[in-house]
């Protein structure tokens, strides 16, 4: 389905009644990134799963930001257009940023939260996080998302636990939507400027995660992840103390797409 808005015309998966899920994905993905997770909860919940801006099926207007907070500007008109409410938000990489701030603000419509191997900090606080967004949001990481298309073809694969799980038709269903080298540069590499230019947003999320206290929230949290690793996953444990956490040994950052079956399960019972 498709929805216009002030930024340009929204793609979407609607499927299933009941409870709201609100899927935000992160990058390079789309929507498809949760297809085994809609698949199965759609039986008992209704699943909606946009994609970005500049991402799957939804438009890639030129005059977009493309930034986290403009991502979750657009994510936010959504919710208010389709008139969402109880939402439980199941956040991933780049969605942590774009969704939390539903959770965030004052009368939110979110009431529950599953995260999945993302973050809600300023990262230049991290020397080894800080040097990757560097490389990857200057010069020479706009070169190589243009013309080798790394985010997909070298930074995903790698971020995998076990890399035989990124099938070819797997990621042919992801790189097919990046074809177009500007399209790259348009929606894939500003988000990794973003990973130091947006600090004030990222700060904005941290200031105001006391406000989670009493919601219920869920980390599942792939343990191989080059990208996000354990340690940040103990920052969240700090932040968020009251959280229940389920790692995955064997998966890494995307363990809903390598261990599709367990991690339904775990979000199942924290539904229940």
Same mark, same amino acid.
């Given at each position: ?42 039986? &008992?919940? =209704? ?5 970005? @801006?500049?991402?799957?099926?939804? +438009?890639?207007? %030129? $005059?977009? *930001? ?15 257009r389709l008139d969402l409410r109880d ?91 990046? &074809?177009? =080298? ?5 929606? @894939?590499?500003?988000?990794?400027? +973003?990973?130091? %230019? $947006?600090? *004030? ?21 792939g343990l191989k992840d ?47």
């Amino acid at each position: 389905m498709k929805i216009a808005l002030s930024e340009g015309e929204t793609y979407y998966e609607d499927q299933g009644s009941g409870p709201v899920i609100l899927f935000a994905h992160g990058t390079p993905t789309y929507s498809y990134e949760y297809r085994h997770l809609i698949a199965a909860l759609s039986k &008992r919940f =209704r699943c909606i799963a946009p994609d970005h @801006l500049g991402f799957g099926q939804s +438009s890639r207007p %030129g $005059s977009f *930001a493309y930034t986290p907070e403009a991502h979750a500007a657009v994510l936010r008109e959504s919710v208010e257009r389709l008139d969402l409410r109880d939402i439980t938000v199941v956040v991933h990489d780049f969605g942590g940023p774009i969704g939390l701030p539903l959770a965030l603000e004052t009368n939110s419509r979110v009431r529950r939260i599953v995260m999945m191997n993302t973050w809600a900090w300023p990262i230049d606080d991290d020397p080894k996080m800080a040097r990757g967004a560097k490389l990857i949001g200057g010069a020479v990481g706009r070169c190589l998302y243009r013309y080798a298309n790394a985010s997909l073809r070298l930074i995903m694969p790698s971020a995998y636990g076990d890399r035989k799980k990124l099938t070819k038709a797997i990621h042919g269903k992801y790189l097919e939507v990046f &074809r177009d =080298r500007d399209a790259r540069v348009l929606g @894939l590499h500003a988000l990794a400027k +973003s990973l130091l %230019g $947006s600090r *004030a947003h990222y700060q904005s999320l941290l200031d105001r995660l006391d406000r989670l206290s009493k919601t219920p929230v869920l980390i599942v949290w792939g343990l191989k992840d080059s990208a996000f690793q354990p340690y940040q996953l103990e920052r969240w444990r700090q932040l968020l103390p009251a959280a229940t956490v389920e790692t995955i040994d064997g998966a890494g950052h995307w363990p809903h797409e390598e261990e599709p079956a367990r991690v339904v399960e775990v979000i199942g019972a924290f539904l229940a």
